[in-house]
């Protein structure tokens, strides 16, 4: 009996394994899942060769183009003006900047003159007896001549011996030696030579100025300069009195200046040149950084597209029959943001937008359909009134 239920027990685990087997086998053989194969949706342009406008992007600091450095050609103390010499400060022209005080070389000067005054008295009764045709015009210099009044220039000499005669009297070094003095008092005090602002002020009234030290700096604030570096390929076309437009950072400002010299030398290491742009207006400062924006030239057939659309800068995608494919392109200029391409055929679509992870041969679905060549616009074009 017990040998029955052993045999027994061994055909049911038997029975069972086959069974189990048999349905490993039924679930191995099941069909794997099916994943539906996700196409990009991508924007594209149509080509349409136009001539496009080589603009040179520069950028500089504005420079006043009226400016001097104020120096102190004598010594003495600053005195206080009728306005404060501090930076900020506006002048017209002819207006006093500054004085040093004076007194003491004033004094020396009239003490100059005095003696020039009578060394001519001394001479006038030689003159009289010995060139008596001469006598009433170095009168009539004596009784002109006003001690607190710029020195007159001296009378005519006729002859040899009327020049040697005064020569050898010291009149005409004691005359230039007052007229230097003249000239050395004029700089004790400081004129505005243009209307303008004080921008920089380095003394106060008090202050011991010395000769050669500097006092400040003075502008023109209505006319301001700047001085912009561009690539030497395009040396021979910039041309003096090309319009200019300029702009701030942010772009909330812009301005029109003009090319007002270039320089004729390139520089060796960078292979720039520099451009000066003269450019006026209310809200420029000196120092003001702006960018520029020169029409070099205009390159004709060729399209503009974003330097993002570019692959390693000489391969560019485009669309043929919903597949993405790699060509080779040709380009002329590169700016900052785009670049100018040639020998692109008229009707090739290329994408409009980068696409993320994009490889030749990817297929795509076309959304819209633009067309791209000559920078367009951004302002709509007014309706034409109905007839």
Request: proline share 4%; no cysteine; net charge positive.
């Given at each position: ?126 003159i009289?007896l ?13 009784n ?56 920089e ?36 076309l ?8 300029l ?22 290491t ?18 003001m ?49 785009n ?49």
């Open positions: 009996m017990r040998r029955i239920l052993t045999i027994a027990i061994g055909i049911l685990l038997l029975v069972g394994a086959v069974l189990i087997s048999k349905l490993f086998i039924a679930n191995k053989k099941k069909p794997k899942p099916k994943f539906d194969k996700i196409v990009k949706k991508v924007t594209v342009d149509t080509v349409q060769n136009k001539e496009v406008p080589i603009i040179i992007t520069a950028s500089g600091n504005l420079t006043a183009k009226h400016k001097i450095q104020l120096f102190a050609e004598v010594q003495g103390v600053l005195k206080i003006g009728t306005k404060e010499f501090k930076a900020g400060t506006y002048y017209t022209k002819g207006e006093t900047l500054l004085r040093i005080n004076s007194d003491e070389f004033y004094a020396n000067l009239q003490s100059q003159k005095s003696n020039f005054y009578n060394k001519i008295t001394a001479i006038l009764p030689d009289r010995d060139y008596p045709n001469e006598y009433q015009k170095w009168q009539d210099y004596l002109s001549f006003d001690i607190n009044k710029t020195t007159p220039k001296l009378p005519t000499i006729n002859t040899d011996k009327e020049k040697y005669f005064i020569s050898g009297r010291g009149i005409n070094t004691t005359y230039y030696n007052v007229k230097n003095l003249e000239v050395k008092l004029g700089k004790y005090s400081l004129r505005a030579p243009f209307k303008g602002i004080l921008t002020a380095l003394v106060t009234p008090g202050t011991l100025v010395r000769a050669g030290q500097k006092l400040g700096e003075f502008i023109d604030p209505s006319v301001y300069e700047m001085e912009v570096s561009v690539n030497a390929t395009f040396a021979d910039l041309k003096k009195g090309n319009v200019v437009k702009h701030n950072l942010e772009n909330t400002s812009e301005y029109t200046g003009k090319v007002i010299r270039v320089n004729g030398k390139i520089d060796a960078s292979q720039t040149i520099k451009a000066y742009i003269q450019v006026a207006g209310k809200t420029l400062k000196e120092g950084y702006l960018e520029a924006n020169l029409i070099a030239k205009s390159e004709k057939n060729a399209i503009e597209v974003s330097r993002k659309l570019l692959v390693d800068n000489k391969q560019l995608f485009v669309v043929n029959d919903s597949i993405l494919n790699l060509i080779d392109i040709n380009p002329v200029y590169f700016s900052a943001e670049a100018i391409l040639k020998d692109i055929e008229n009707g090739t679509l290329i994408l409009s937008k980068p696409v993320p992870g994009a490889y030749d041969g990817m297929k795509v679905e076309i959304l819209t359909n633009k067309s791209t060549g000559q920078r367009q616009n951004a302002k709509e074009k007014k309706k034409e009134p109905k007839k």
